[in-house]
């Protein structure tokens, strides 16, 4: 991150900034709004698209700045621009055919809005930063493919778990151990949780309350463990991970079997245990003489050693994955290629024929992560394409919901780029 920052800098004084444009006025793009705004140098913000125009607008005056020009074409975009005034627009497509523009953040949470967005963004050549695990955890794949062949980066951010778990995988590597196991530390998991039990605590914190349920229910947990899963080639030991309860983070370690982990990394994750936030990575060692070094450091006899980081501000690293892209043409978190985890559909309520799923964070259902292979062999509908489907079979509360039981709104353009990722890594499924 030195050389990140450096590099920034050096943006800063030369008078030449990264100009970046985001799509999301919500609570993480209002946080991602005012770190930019305020605190990092060589990077500046000039347009937010927001269904509610007013909404980017106060993203940007809650930033400090003023004067925001509220845009509905490419001309008024531009002539704001030039102009040196930050933009507020209800179509996130004129951002992303933005001349001068070289990157966008994708921060909705919104699946299809998400898709759109950043096809968008990689049709024009701007780098795409994603704040929407949602979308990473479903269509991350796809996604990936199209920017290489626009010769351009997508990448998930640094700060949220994801991130914080790539860039200890790269440490632990570049130290000589093996990366085995690697995951979250969770509070609270309970998959039942809805926006109604939700909404006191989501107006404590001023987040929406399908956010906040999607949280607590370990859908977010499934998308974020799926991200990494396919950025780092590893899978999961069973449908919706192990999550023991441990003490403390240094005790994961010893709650896993040592075979398992080495026939190929695992994502995971642990309830309850301190320092209460961040994420870890287990790496491996079979060298005797260097085992020696590490334990005198405290890190223990091996041969598993357990790297944490306490804390993750997804937010305030946003920008850095911005100049990693735009300065470096490197990505903190990218899928490898065909992905190997995906987050499947499950009925949180016994829901009847004919009725219309609300998606991720909502009554009907939570997300939860599979192997990709067992997930297609099974034909499950991903959590991110659940919303508006209609059901065609009945599902009692836990039950998966396959393709085969639903029946998908018509035109969406995440669904094609679904049939996509499945035609480009000849993964097969009836929803083909």
């Given amino acids: 991150m030195i050389l990140v920052d450096t590099a920034l800098r050096g943006r800063a004084e030369a008078g030449n900034p990264i100009r970046l444009a985001m799509s999301g006025a919500g609570y993480m793009g209002r946080g991602i709004a005012l770190q930019i705004v305020r605190a990092v140098p060589g990077v500046e913000l000039v347009a937010i698209a927001s269904p509610d125009v007013g909404q980017a607008v106060a993203a940007f005056s809650g930033a400090g700045r003023t004067h925001v020009e509220r845009i509905a074409s490419d001309d008024e975009l531009a002539g704001a621009l030039d102009a040196g005034r930050p933009g507020a627009t209800a179509d996130p497509e004129l951002l992303a055919r933005a001349d001068g523009v070289e990157a966008v953040i994708e921060a ?231 992905p190997r985890c995906e987050v499947v559909t499950v009925a949180k309520r016994d829901l009847p024929v004919g009725h219309e799923l609300d998606g991720i964070g909502g009554f009907d259902c939570y997300g939860t992560i599979e192997n990709a292979a067992v997930a297609r062999a099974e034909n499950l509908l991903p959590i991110g394409l659940a919303e508006g489907c209609r059901l065609t079979g009945a599902r009692a509360k836990d039950e998966t919901v396959s393709f085969g039981d639903v029946e998908l709104p018509e035109g969406r353009v995440a669904d094609a780029l679904w049939a996509e990722q499945l035609a480009l890594f000849h993964v097969s499924s009836d929803a083909a």
């Fill in 108 to 338: 909705t949470g919104d699946v299809e809005a998400g898709a759109r967005f950043a096809l968008a963004a990689i049709e024009a050549g701007k780098h795409v930063v994603l704040v929407n695990a949602e979308l990473d955890g479903t269509l991350g794949p796809a996604l990936k493919a199209r920017a290489d062949r626009a010769g351009v980066v997508v990448t998930y951010t640094d700060g949220d778990e994801p991130g914080l778990i790539a860039n200890l995988s790269r440490y632990v590597r570049s130290i000589g151990l093996e990366p085995v196991l690697v995951g979250n530390l969770k509070g609270l998991l309970d998959p039942y949780r809805t926006p109604e039990t939700q909404r006191a605590f989501a107006a404590a914190v001023g987040q929406k309350e399908r956010m906040v349920t999607s949280f607590a229910d370990g859908t977010k947990l499934s998308l974020e463990a799926a991200i990494t899963a396919n950025a780092l080639g590893f899978g999961v030991l069973r449908r919706g991970m192990t999550g023991p309860r441990c003490e403390h983070v240094n005790d994961v370690a010893g709650l896993f079997d040592l075979d398992e982990l080495r026939r190929g990394g695992i994502v995971d994750f642990v309830l309850g245990a301190q320092p209460g936030s961040g994420a870890f990575v287990v790496g491996y060692s079979d060298d005797l003489e260097r085992r020696r070094y590490l334990s005198y450091f405290k890190l223990g006899d091996g041969p598993l050693y357990t790297f944490y980081q306490p804390w993750h501000l997804p937010n305030f690293d946003v920008p850095l994955t911005v100049a990693r892209a735009v300065l470096f043409g490197d990505a903190a978190v990218t899928p490898l290629g065909a």
